[in-house]
């Protein structure tokens, strides 16, 4: 039987209703107390690493994770990890890039109901996760209402019901039914996971809306080494008068930030070169594009390269290197 470590970090699942609104209190140990037949599927030992609503996790965070990860990674044949919804999809992006290649199943889940309420997700998540987690389906992944998601394809989709997350611009790795995986895709792995543990934390995200205030870019690029701006549709730039996004962008990529330009639209992804608004930007070196890519991914992938380098050409590399099927799309195109 497979040996199993659950690393609790909080969230709903572990939540109970206090005066001022749910709070993560109940420990990984008595999550397992509430599903008893999980004896039946593998053996389970458990560490409370934390016990945060997921809104206060952090790239801190994320670090802690990992090297709880590696510390225990041979002792263990998979890892759950109960965490909050709201930046579970940050937490498995993160976790693809600095636990790459694992062999090992390592398996984020969660629920929107507390495990402890009449009606919950959180039991039959929290079983899934051990299924998932005592499979051959190897790598970071994250396991919700009977499917598995690659880890740097989650996107959180709805606040309240229980289908909670989707897989963006990439299929399911499988799906459970009944207590039974069903897998579809096994992510490639090494014989050894490579674990990374540095990251630089300064990357900025600026979601555009018509009528933006340019100085906002400024604003945001002063403070960091990489800004993602979410424009709309295929991506662009706004063009208007008092209004210069395209030459602010091109003065802090020349200082050496870096700019990479995704889309608010959920499928299907950026294409830059189709319109005159984005066009001139695939010309600018320092601003890349995100494709396929979730923002999540996108976000996390940053924070891990430059965590790395600071070369410019060394992070287009790496950012357009894909890792865990992140981006599809060749750079080349
Ligand atoms: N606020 C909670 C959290 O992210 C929501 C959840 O877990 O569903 O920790």
Same mark, same amino acid.
């Given at each position: 039987m497979k040996k199993i470590l659950l690393i609790g970090t909080g969230g709903t699942i572990a939540s109970q209703l206090t005066a001022d609104g749910l709070a993560p209190e109940l420990t990984s140990e008595q999550l397992l107390a509430q599903i008893p037949s999980i004896s039946e599927i593998c053996r389970v030992e458990s560490v409370q690493l934390l016990n945060l609503? !997921?809104?206060?996790?952090?790239p801190k965070h994320w670090l802690r994770m990992v090297r709880c990860i590696r510390k225990h990674y041979k002792d263990y044949d998979g890892f759950v990890l109960t965490h909050g919804t709201d930046t579970m999809a940050y937490t498995a992006a993160a976790l693809s890039y600095l636990i790459q290649q694992s062999p090992k199943p390592i398996v984020l889940t969660g629920a /929107?109901?507390?495990?402890?309420?009449?009606?919950?997700d959180s039991k039959a998540n929290l079983k899934d996760a051990f299924r998932v987690a005592s499979s051959d389906m190897p790598g970071v992944s994250l396991v919700f209402n009977g499917k598995v998601i690659l880890g740097t394809r989650a /996107?959180?989709?709805? !606040?309240? !019901?229980?289908?909670?997350?989707s897989s963006i611009n990439y299929p399911a790795l499988g799906v459970l039914r009944d207590g039974v995986l069903l897998p579809y895709i096994r992510q490639e792995c090494s014989p050894e996971p490579v674990f990374y543990e540095a990251l630089d934390t300064r990357v900025s995200l600026l979601k555009l809306i018509p009528?933006?205030?340019?100085a906002l870019l400024d604003f945001l690029l002063e403070r960091s080494d990489a800004l993602v701006i979410e424009s709309f549709g295929v991506g662009g730039l706004p063009e208007y008068e008092g209004a210069d996004f395209c030459g602010s962008v091109c003065r802090w990529t020349e200082r050496g930030r870096l700019v990479v330009l995704t889309t608010q639209v959920q499928n299907e992804g950026s294409d830059l070169g189709v319109y005159h608004v984005g066009h001139?930007?695939?010309?600018?070196?320092?601003v890349l594009e995100a494709f396929d890519m979730t923002t999540e991914a996108v976000t996390a992938k940053l924070m891990w390269i430059l965590g790395q380098t600071r070369d410019a050409q060394q992070a287009q590399r790496l950012f357009y290197a894909p890792v865990a099927h992140d981006i599809l799309w060749p750079a080349e195109r």
């Open positions: 609503d !997921s809104t206060n996790i952090a /929107q109901k507390p495990i402890g309420f009449d009606v919950t /996107q959180k989709i709805r !606040s309240k !019901s229980f289908e909670a997350f009528g933006t205030d340019p001139r930007l695939k010309a600018v070196p320092g």
